[in-house]
Every structure is written in C-alpha cells, then in structure tokens.
C-alpha cells in the first residue's frame, strides 16, 4: 500500500466553524507533513513530524493545530480560520532515513472558507 | 533563507517537441527532487537526485545535478499529451529534516 489517504476532499466552512482534515498512512513512514498549496503555486511548509512529535512548525498561525496520535495518522484541526486560508491541504509522508526524502502526498482537501 | 528559482514558469509545446525546465539554488543542496502534479492533481515524486554531477533517465525523461549541486534541469523528449502539468523541483540543504524548499514550478501544456 503505497497510498496517503487524506479525508474529506472538500470542505466549506464559516470563519467561526471548527473542522478537521484527517491524513492515514500505512506504509510505515515515521516522517508526516501538511502542506498548503494555493492555485498555481508550489506547495508550503506548514508542519512536520517525525516519530510522532512535532519537529518543525512554519511559523503557522494557531487557529491551525496539528495532530499525530500515532505513527499511522495525522490530524489538522482548524477554527476561526480566514478567507485567505481557503487552499489546497496536502498531506505527505516519507521514511526518516538521511539523504532520502521521497514525499508521498495524498489527493488534498481543497477547503474553502466562507 | 534558501531560495530555489525554477524557470520558464510556463511553456506551451507541440506534441512532438522537447521540453527543459530548470532550478537553480541560492544554496548547495545535499540532494534535489523532482514532482510532477497533474491538473486537479496532488504533486508525484518522479526521481532524488544526490550526487554531484549525476545523470538520471526515467523513458523520455531526463534528470540532471549540477557539478556544484546548485542546479538541475529536466529534460523531456518528444512531448506528449500526457506530459502535460506542473512540474517542481525541492532541494534539501541537509538540515532540518523535512525541509524541502520548492521552486515556483514550470506549467507544462501540450497542444496535440
């Protein structure tokens, strides 16, 4: 299973909701990331986990939280988000290994806030 | 901070003809990586380059590092439709693990 899973595919939400974005991966990568992807752009940073702690932060506001409750999952929680942060969330995975970094990204969430 | 330029930010091809997009790094990279995001897609890794210098063949595609690991290019010969998306480069400077700087990207379209 060489697959990211990455739920749900869309989501709206208002500036005072509360979501989730949820990201699985069973290929045993002990690296998992969120990315945002705005259209026509690279993807950016945002967070980065290795063995399950939080090993960089891009200087991301708070109203986005991250998550790993196990080696498996990765969670983004979201309130009180903007306009502005409406985009594409990508979620990727690699093994922690020096010198390699292949990225798995999963198929996105392209949320939209109202 | 680490910059990777990547150039043309578009190209618009005939099927049939080469393409090349290349990255350069304000800073020597331990290795560069290559991605390719279809339209309404999510990024696929296509090849790690790590050595000075390498050279890396995927069928049509070409992948090279430069002698200085500051630069890298790809190559694709005889375009076809299903060539066409995004293609990126990301360098790592070997530091913070998971740190992968992206370039802009090069916007690949194919006229059949």
């Known amino acids: 299973d060489t697959e990211v899973t990455q739920t749900p595919k869309h989501l709206v939400m208002g500036m005072t909701n509360k979501k989730s974005l949820k990201c699985e991966q069973h290929m045993g990568h002990r690296a998992m990331y969120w990315y945002k992807q705005k259209a026509k752009k690279p993807p950016e940073l945002m967070f980065v986990?290795?063995?399950?702690?939080?090993?960089i932060n891009e200087s991301v506001p708070s109203r986005f939280s991250p998550e790993c409750p196990n080696s498996s999952l990765l969670n983004l929680h979201l309130h009180a988000l903007q306009p502005e942060d409406s985009a594409l969330y990508l979620c990727?995975?690699?093994?922690?290994?020096?010198?390699?970094?292949?990225?798995?990204f999963g198929s996105g969430t392209q949320l939209s806030v109202l | 901070g680490q910059q990777v330029m990547q150039i043309p930010q578009y190209q618009h091809v005939q099927e049939g003809e080469d393409f090349t997009t290349y990255c350069n790094s304000s800073?020597?990279?331990?290795?560069i990586q290559w991605y390719k995001q279809r339209p309404g897609g999510h990024p696929v890794f296509l090849i790690q380059l790590v050595k000075s210098g390498e050279v890396k063949k995927q069928k049509r595609l070409t992948f090279q590092f430069g002698e200085a690991k500051k630069n890298s290019s790809l190559h694709i010969t005889a375009t076809q439709t299903t060539d066409v998306g995004t293609y990126f480069c990301?360098?790592?400077?070997?530091?913070?693990?998971?740190?992968?700087?992206f370039g802009q990207g090069t916007i690949l379209t194919v006229h059949p």
């Open positions: 986990y290795s063995y399950e702690k939080l090993s």
């Open positions: 800073t020597t990279l331990s290795n």
């Open positions: 990727a995975s690699s093994t922690y290994q020096e010198g390699s970094m292949k990225l798995f």
């Open positions: 990301a360098g790592w400077r070997g530091t913070s693990y998971g740190k992968l700087t």
